[in-house]
C-alpha cells in the first residue's frame, strides 16, 4: 500500500474545506462505499483506501470541483481509489511473479484458480472479437448484468435495436462456440 | 431478454472466470471514465470505445461491476422508436379509426365555419341606433339662434332649462381658442361684449356651448354650435 498523508499532515485548510459536512458522516460514507467494492485481497487495507479517498476528495476541492461532497462524488472516488490500488497491484504482481511480501491467500485471491468455466471464458472472449462491433457491445453489457434498457441507454439507441442486437449477438457467440467444440 | 436462464447464467459466469490477456492490461481506461461509462454519462464514442475494451479485458469487466454495484447505472429519457416504413404503410386499426374520427371532427368545424360566415352574409343587418353615440338628452340646450350675429349685438340664445337652472356658456375660435367662459348665467341668453371680439376678424366662425345646472344639480351640456360673426 502506498504512503497516504494523514488528515493532520495535509495542512490547517482540511477541516475548514470539510467544515459543511461532519467529518464522521463524511467518514462513515467513503468507508460504506470503499468496503462495498474492496475485494477480499484488500480488506485489511480497507481503512488506507479510505483515508486515500479523502486526500483525493482534498485535492479536488482545492483544485475547485463543484459537488466534491456529494453522494454520487464520493461513490465515484471511492470507487477510483479502489481500482486504482488493484491495478497497481497486478501490476506490481505482473512485474515481479515471485515477490517476497505477497503472501499465498493475496495471489491466490487476485488469480483464482483455473475452474470448468475458465476454458468456456476464455473461448467466449474469442468468440466475442469475432462478432460485429455493435453485437459485441450489446452483448458485453447483457453478460455484464444490464437490463435492455439499459443497453439502449450506453449504446445509445433505442430498446428495440438493443435487444436485437444482443439476440443476434447471443446466437452468433453460441455457433462461434458450437464450431470451438463448446457448447454451453 | 427471453434467452434460455440456465444457458446464460452459464456464459455470464464464465465471462467473469476468464483469464486476464495481458497485451490488454496497459490500455485500461481511467476509473473515472469506466465510472461514467457504466452511467452512461460519458460521450457516446468514449463509452462505446470503454465496452470494446471491457468486452476484452477481465480487469476492466470487474471493475465495470463493481461500478454497477456502487449504483453506476445509466439513467434518463431513452431514444424513441421511429416509425418504420412498415408501420407507416400498415397503422394499426385502432390508429386508422383515430384518424377517421379526426377527419370527421374536422370536417364538422370547416362546415360549421361555413354555416356562420353564409349567415353574417346573407342575413340583414338589424337596423338600429349606432351604440357608441350617446342619446341627445332632451334636457340639453339647443341653440335658438337662426342668423349670423353683429359684432356690435353678439347675443347668444338657447332654449330653457326648468325654473332655477342656471347656465355656464363657453366660446372659442374656430380653432378652439378660448374667448369666453362665462359662468352663472341665469337667462338663456347673453350679449357678448363687443371687447371680447376685439380680435375676431369679420366673417368668421365661432364655437359655443352651453352647460345647463338643473335645480337638482344635474349637469347637461348642448351640442356644439357654429356662429358666424358679421
Known amino acids: 500500500m502506498q504512503e497516504v498523508g494523514t488528515l493532520d499532515e495535509t495542512g490547517p485548510g482540511l477541516h475548514a474545506a470539510f467544515e459543511a459536512r461532519n467529518h464522521h458522516a463524511l467518514h462513515r460514507d467513503l468507508e460504506r462505499a470503499v468496503r462495498r467494492v474492496c475485494p477480499k485481497s484488500l480488506a485489511e487495507d480497507a481503512e488506507d483506501l479510505v483515508q486515500e479517498c479523502f486526500i483525493r476528495l482534498l485535492r479536488a476541492r482545492k483544485l475547485g470541483s463543484e459537488n466534491t461532497l456529494s453522494a454520487a462524488y464520493i461513490k465515484k472516488v471511492a470507487y477510483s481509489t479502489v481500482v486504482d490500488e488493484i491495478r497497481r497491484r497486478r501490476r506490481r504482481l505482473a512485474a515481479d511473479p515471485a515477490p517476497s511480501h505477497v503472501d499465498v491467500e493475496t495471489a491466490a485471491d487476485e488469480s483464482p484458480a483455473p475452474s470448468p468455466d475458465t476454458a468456456l471464458g476464455n473461448a467466449m472472449e474469442i468468440c466475442l472479437q469475432r462478432l460485429q462491433p455493435d453485437r ?8 455484464l448484468g444490464h437490463s435492455g434498457s439499459e443497453v439502449a441507454r450506453i449504446l445509445g439507441c433505442n430498446p428495440k435495436r438493443a435487444e436485437n442486437l444482443t ?14 467444440g463448446l457448447s454451453p | 431478454m427471453s434467452e434460455s436462464r440456465p444457458d ?45 475494451h471491457v468486452s476484452q479485458c477481465v480487469e476492466c469487466s470487474q471493475a465495470w461491476r463493481m461500478a454497477m454495484e456502487l449504483g453506476a447505472r445509466p439513467s434518463g429519457p431513452v431514444e424513441q422508436l421511429r416509425p418504420t416504413l412498415f408501420s407507416r404503410l400498415h397503422p394499426p386499426r385502432w390508429r386508422v379509426r383515430a384518424k377517421a374520427v ?42 335658438l339662434l337662426a342668423e349670423n350675429l353683429t359684432r356690435e349685438r353678439f347675443m347668444l340664445r338657447w ?16 380653432d378652439l381658442l378660448p374667448l369666453l367662459v362665462q359662468q352663472d348665467v341665469t337667462k338663456p341668453e347673453f350679449l357678448v361684449p363687443s371687447a371680447v371680439l376685439g380680435r375676431v376678424v369679420s366673417g368668421e366662425q365661432l364655437l359655443w356651448q352651453v352647460e345647463v345646472r338643473l335645480p337638482n344639480g344635474e349637469r347637461v351640456t348642448s351640442k356644439t354650435y357654429v356662429v358666424t360673426l358679421d
Open chain 2, 102 to 143: 379526426e377527419i370527421r371532427l374536422a370536417l364538422a368545424a370547416a362546415a360549421m365555419c361555413a354555416i356562420a360566415v353564409a349567415a353574417y352574409l346573407a342575413l340583414p343587418v338589424q337596423q338600429q341606433r349606432p351604440q357608441y353615440r350617446d342619446v341627445a338628452n332632451p334636457l340639453a340646450p339647443v341653440s
Open chain 1, 167 to 180: 439476440h443476434r449477438g447471443l446466437a452468433q457467440l453460441r455457433e462461434y462456440l458450437n464450431d470451438m
Open chain 1, 136 to 143: 459485441r457491445r450489446a452483448l458485453t453489457l447483457h453478460l
Open chain 2, 159 to 174: 332654449s330653457p332649462g326648468p325654473q332655477g337652472s342656471t347656465y355656464t356658456l363657453r366660446l372659442t375660435t374656430a
Open chain 2, 8 to 52: 446464460f447464467e452459464t456464459l455470464a459466469r464464465a465471462f467473469a472466470a476468464r483469464e486476464q490477456s495481458r497485451g490488454i492490461m496497459n490500455e485500461c481506461p481511467d476509473p473515472e471514465q469506466l465510472y461514467e461509462a457504466a452511467s452512461g454519462t460519458l460521450e457516446r464514442e468514449q463509452r462505446l470505445r470503454i465496452v470494446d
